[in-house]
């Protein structure tokens, strides 16, 4: 979890004023900055490990905020973006709600202001990674689980009985129970109710440490 | 009081109504006054239109006394009592219409109070003459077979001599109107184009000879003219001259016979065209006022959009700076206050820097010239360019001719589009690698009267679309750019009766041509 810890508020202006002060304001209320003069360099420098929020400018020189942000997205990162403009731009809004900006922020703003809006980004990031967590650690679990106990798992959950199971795979009714038990066991859940619903969300995440279903 | 000012209206009104009936008692049918060219019916109707339908009466005595005068009364007392009663009431009818439809104001701005006019007039005056056709028919004064003649003649007569000086009256009497006729007089043009249709005229009744009718055509090249270039106005006192010029040319040529009637309905047909073209002109010059007036608020809200953009970058910085300083002070970190509060000064001082830059562009007009050595003035950029290239690693050349003349020029407005010109070069180089970016400035003697200042970059330059369209404002190459550099160094430029061009090149090329001191 030391991920949640590593939250950094980016911040990408082209005024230097604004990025210094910025960076002073934010420090102060303990939040991490990282500093880019202009679209590109962040572009350089950019993970898609990533995570925290971007605070961008919406007019930037060579790109706008907005493009930036599509840019970051097609790098398969979800981290949120905060669109600050000095220009009370409603189309530009628009589209930045579009590519999903947590908020769209007019100069000049109000510190709580853009405080509420990067721990909204940050209480989201949180959910993320949480979330990110939790498949993470569902799919270790479902690793430790043995090629049989698998095939047993993936009949238990369509419904079958220990009975049916043991038809399909040529085996006693007394080793799926075993099987089964010992499945419960790996995957840390205590009846078959929870069972099937581990399965179903294991389904579900497309998480890339999954083995193949 | 009132009876007063009635009476002495009425006795300014009389004579001229009489005088205009004398003047134009011409080519009659009989001994009535049954002519082709009527212009006191104008007189009257202007009379009505303008101050009431209080004047009727007035009118009505002023025809039979004008009547009794002129023509001694040709069918007897009682039937000139008649027929002027039935043209007064049919003047003061058609002045009542005018007056309930020109609204708010009699003044033939519009295509429809144009149409208005002569929709009124043309089918007013066929009602009036069959009246007072039909008061001497049914008295027995006509001879037989005259009444139809007689009204045709009555009416191209009436309707010609309104649609004529009518419109001529309601230009007099407005005030707007007398304005644009004395700008008219006092343009050169108006007098060629006076000349030019009164040779017109003497070409058709003296100059070509034959019937003036087969020659009218040629009138219509002049008139035209007029209404494009004078308006609505123009045209009024063109088609008076022509009226004139016809009446002259009839009563020069009396002893022969002229188709009287036909000329006046020539008259007419030109009269419809040129005053229809003076009112399209004039609403088509309308139209494109506006449309620069819309413009001209587009480019303020455009202008306010840049001013709260260029504004509210210092201001962000320093409300951020100053929540620091709160922060600092809750935590007891004053030591570090100082550093903050020199921050939050400077971006008060750019902030005051956009405000100064906005009062120099608005400062229009306030031009002081003073000689200036132009070194002194090329060495002026040296400072100004190390501040906006603060750091960026590029080469600046300055060059200037020896013994080049002092120039004419204010000071501050020059350094300013010299600003512009370097802040631009510096962007235009910005895409280089750092130490590759290079600005010349170089002076030369362009002539005897001016100096060219060349500011060139090795950047990209522009091609002659863009190079034409980087002057107009709020065409800007930057995102955080107020797009008015450099349209407002260019004006500055023109100001100083100099020139400030983009020359399409492989690479950044401006020039300007500053004046020199007279006696350089």
Known sequence: MAERDRLVVYVVDDDA????????????????????????????????TWSGCVVADLRLPGMTGGELQSRVRARGSTIPFIIITAHGDVPAARAAFRAQAVDFIEKPFDDTQLRQAIDAAFALERRRIDAAELRRADAEKLSRLTAREREVLEHAVRGLHAKEIAAVLGISARTVEVHRTRIMEKLEVRNIAELVRFALAAADSPSPDRGAP | MKVLRYLRDAALFAPCYGLLDWVSYIHPLGPFNITPWNPQPALAIAWMLLGGLAHAPAVWVTIVLADGVIRKFPAGYGVSVLAALALAAGYAAIAWALRMLLRPQPNLRSLRQLTLFVGVVAAGTVVVAAAFVYVLYAADALPPGAALPGWLRFWVGDAVGVLVTAPLLLVVADAERRANLRSLAQRGET??????????????????????????????????????????????????IVQLGVVLGIHHRALQTLPVLELQALVAALTLTVLYLGVMVEERERAAESLK????????????GA??????????????????????????????????????????????????????????????????????????????????????????????????PDMLVDRLQIELVLRNLITNAIEAVEAHAPGRGQIAVTARRDNARHVRIVVSDNGPGVSAAVGKRAFEPFVSGKPSGMGLGLAVSRAIAEAHGGTLEARAASHGEFHLVLPTRADG
């Open chain 2, 191 to 240: 007098y060629a184009q006076i000349a030019l249709v009164a040779a017109t005229l003497w070409l058709i009744f003296a100059g070509l000879g034959g019937d003036p009718s087969h020659h009218f055509y040629l009138l219509f090249p002049p008139l035209i003219w007029v209404a494009i270039r004078g308006g609505i106005a123009g045209a009024i006192i063109a088609i008076a």
């Open chain 2, 293 to 304: 007036e819309s413009l001209r608020l587009a480019a303020a809200g455009e202008m306010a």
């Open chain 1, 17 to 48: 004023s604004i990025r210094d002060s910025l960076a002073l304001m934010l420090g102060l209320g303990g939040y991490a900055t990282q500093l880019f003069g202009d679209a590109e360099s962040f572009l350089v420098a950019f993970e898609p």
């Open chain 2, 307 to 404: 001013i709260a953009h260029e504004v509210n970058q210092p201001l962000t910085a320093l409300a951020n700076y100053g929540r620091s300083g709160q922060m600092m002070i809750e935590a007891g970190r004053n030591a570090e206050l100082g550093a903050v509060i020199e921050r939050m000064l400077a971006e008060a001082q750019r902030a005051s820097e956009v405000v100064r830059r906005l009062r120099d562009f608005f400062r229009q007009g306030a031009t002081r010239l003073e000689q200036v050595p132009v070194s002194e003035l090329l060495e002026a950029v040296r400072p100004i360019a190390a501040q906006a290239y603060a750091g960026r690693a590029i080469a600046l050349s300055i060059d200037a001719d020896q013994d080049l």
